[in-house]
């Protein structure tokens, strides 16, 4: 027998996907033909389909013993717990020269769990304003008394901020109130790289009684940047001026999860109140696994030809699409931050961009608000080591053809 939801409920559902159609906004599920060329995936190293990466995975896996349980069977606190999974966090934390680390199961989760737990009644929250939506959700459902952004990557954008808000609350002047600074070091959708070393000096004058907590998520930084993949921090030497960094699996490290990287007493505060932690069935086997077998890759080098040859191929990308000459900004610009994998084709019209690109086998996927701001709308275009020089040349004639193609129309109705 079919359960379905009352009429009424029905019609007002169907009215707000309506809503979202007639705003161009409604998302669907789509699967595009394997045999597309990948540039949008955030598999920046092609660990997923790399067979040092495969066999090294199998072989862990087959090293389990008999009968060992490839499910976790419960929550971390009650019967989802390994030797393992600890073992796997401290040599995470190792690697990124931290105190130690957390487990989580997605960057989601983890991001969740930090803010909605860690600030006290009353702290302030200063963030950048292009925040990853996880760290949004955190921020919800914290108990800060307030929160604030920021110009995005803007130093003098926090100063303002932050200097408003110290001269209005005297517990913050004298330590008494802590404030957090939250940013990524790489972001997801424009993929330029924050002023990390700036935003602590500023901080550092502003709140010379040290109540100033940064938090970087290194989502899409993990493997890509910094020595051996560490991320952006490691690759300042910032590690003991962070409070928590986040770093992520699913991305260039061809995994699944998330780790939290911090001090042993935040460790164990967040064991006993992150709710994302405390409420979900823990990682299995085969993705700590996976995890493992990653993060063993990056600590032997073995990545960092595929970092090299990822800049090699972001330069050429660069270049290439630097040939394309100058167009018309309201048709088509250009947005790249030098060493990022990615980058930003804006244009009002990305998903016709993306829908030429998409028939001649090459995989993007137009960005539309809400989730960019309105008005800076692109089709995001992701690099992997497994491209080569001639698929970026076959995407950048596509790319020519449809520019050709909307400057002739424009032509022919003038």
């Not at 699967?31 to 040092?52: E, G, I, K, R, W």
């Not at 419960?74 to 600890?86: C, H, M, T, V, W």
């Not at 060493?339 to 829908?355: E, K």
């Amino acid at each position: 027998m079919k359960v379905s939801p009352p009429k009424s409920l029905r019609d007002s559902l169907r009215q707000a996907l309506r809503r979202r159609e007639l705003k161009s906004a409604r998302r669907r599920l789509t699967v595009l033909p394997q045999s597309s060329v990948d540039f949008s995936s955030n598999d920046f190293l092609s660990l997923s389909t790399s067979p040092v990466y495969r066999a090294r995975l199998i072989d862990h896996l087959q090293q389990a013993p008999s009968f060992y349980p490839f499910a976790s069977g419960g929550s971390r606190l009650l019967d989802g717990n390994s030797a393992y999974a600890e073992e796997l966090e401290s040599f995470i934390a190792d690697f990124h020269a931290a105190p130690s680390g957390l487990l989580f199961n997605s960057g989601f989760d983890a991001n969740v769990g930090v803010l909605s737990c860690i600030p006290q009644p009353g702290d302030l929250i200063v963030h950048d304003e292009l925040i990853h939506a996880s760290a949004r959700e955190g921020m919800r459902l914290s108990r800060a008394g307030k929160r604030v952004q920021f110009a995005h990557s803007s130093p003098l954008g926090l100063e303002e901020v932050l200097q408003a808000e110290v001269d209005a609350d005297p517990f913050i002047q004298n330590g008494s109130r802590n404030v957090f600074i939250v940013v990524e070091s790489v972001y997801s959708m424009d993929g330029d790289i924050a002023p990390i070393r700036e935003f602590i000096e500023v901080v550092d004058r502003l709140l010379p009684r040290g109540n100033g907590y940064f938090i970087v998520d290194e989502a899409h930084a993990t493997g890509t940047f910094g020595p051996r993949g560490a991320g952006v921090v490691q690759e300042l030497g910032l590690e003991e001026r962070i409070f928590i960094r986040v770093h992520t699996f699913g991305k260039a490290l061809a995994s699944h999860g998330a780790i939290v990287l911090c001090c042993s007493d935040t460790r164990d505060y967040l064991i006993n109140y992150a709710r994302s932690l405390i409420y979900t069935t823990a990682l299995g086997f085969p993705f700590l696994a996976s995890i493992r077998t990653a993060y063993e890759l990056l600590s032997e080098g073995v990545t960092e030809p595929l970092q090299e040859k990822l800049q090699q191929l972001i330069l050429y990308l660069r270049t290439r699409l630097g040939d394309l000459g100058s167009w018309d900004p309201v048709v088509f610009e250009v947005d790249h931050f030098p060493r990022s994998p990615i980058f930003s084709l804006r244009s009002p019209m990305p998903r016709q961009l993306a829908a030429q690109c998409q028939q001649e086998g090459f995989t993007v996927r137009a960005i539309m608000a809400p989730t960019v701001p309105a008005g800076k709308e692109r089709v995001r275009v992701c690099l992997h080591t497994g491209n080569t020089m001639e698929e970026i040349d076959g995407f950048v004639d596509t790319i020519q053809y449809w520019l050709n193609k909307v400057t002739d129309k424009k032509t022919a109705r003038l």
